[in-house]
């Protein structure tokens, strides 16, 4: 785990990783063991467009999803400068790879990069692909290949997380575990520093 560089909004956490990368699973059920705020981008995205993810990429294209998706990140960060609580943020699997989304998630707090294998994250797509307006028309071969493509484009970006983490458990809970230790170790150790400067 990579040395912390927290800023004074150390009370949000970004979880960043691919498409069906288990996000917001975790985020709930974290928020199931820890006094948490959860927040979905993708949620918000919609909210703010008035009209589903899918529509917005169908009639608008992925230039303007994105457009929407920066200003969400920058609304959700001015929102909570308050560490009262930790926050934790589902971001979509394409957030930190435009614009200077990740260097402002890094600055706003932790950046957390779930990162399944491409095997796992293939067979989690193919089950719910309608979805995914990315590959929602795609056959098994093609989401694998995609995916595998996709992630190595993407790695780069992710790599800039602050913590990464592999969900080596087979059970959803453990990983959930997992993940809620992380968080709350890290919102202990943060709270500490700041409130020692």
């Known amino acids: 785990m990579p040395p912390s560089t927290l800023t004074s909004t150390s009370n949000i956490f970004f979880l960043i990783g691919f498409m069906g990368s288990g996000k917001s699973l975790l985020s709930h059920g974290v928020s199931e063991r820890m006094d948490v705020i959860t927040v979905e981008m993708d949620d918000l995205i919609e909210q703010s467009a008035g009209m589903s993810i899918n529509e917005i990429f169908t009639r608008k294209g992925e230039e303007a999803f994105r457009a929407i998706e920066r200003q969400v990140l920058h609304d959700i960060i001015d929102q909570y400068q308050i560490p009262e609580k930790p926050v934790l943020i589902s971001t979509g699997g394409g957030a930190p790879c435009h614009f200077d989304n990740m260097e402002v998630m890094n600055q706003a707090g932790t950046t957390i990069f779930i990162n399944p294998s491409a095997k796992r994250l293939s067979a989690r797509l193919e089950q719910k692909k309608q979805d995914r307006p990315l590959i929602k028309d ?14 190595k484009e993407r790695l780069p970006f992710y790599s800039k997380a602050i913590i990464q983490v592999n969900m080596i458990y087979d059970d959803k809970a453990d990983n959930i575990e997992f993940l809620k230790d992380i968080i709350e170790s890290e919102w202990i150790r943060n709270q500490s520093r700041d409130n020692s400067e």
């Open 138 to 151: 795609k056959t098994a071969d093609e989401i694998r290949t995609y995916v595998e493509k996709k992630l």
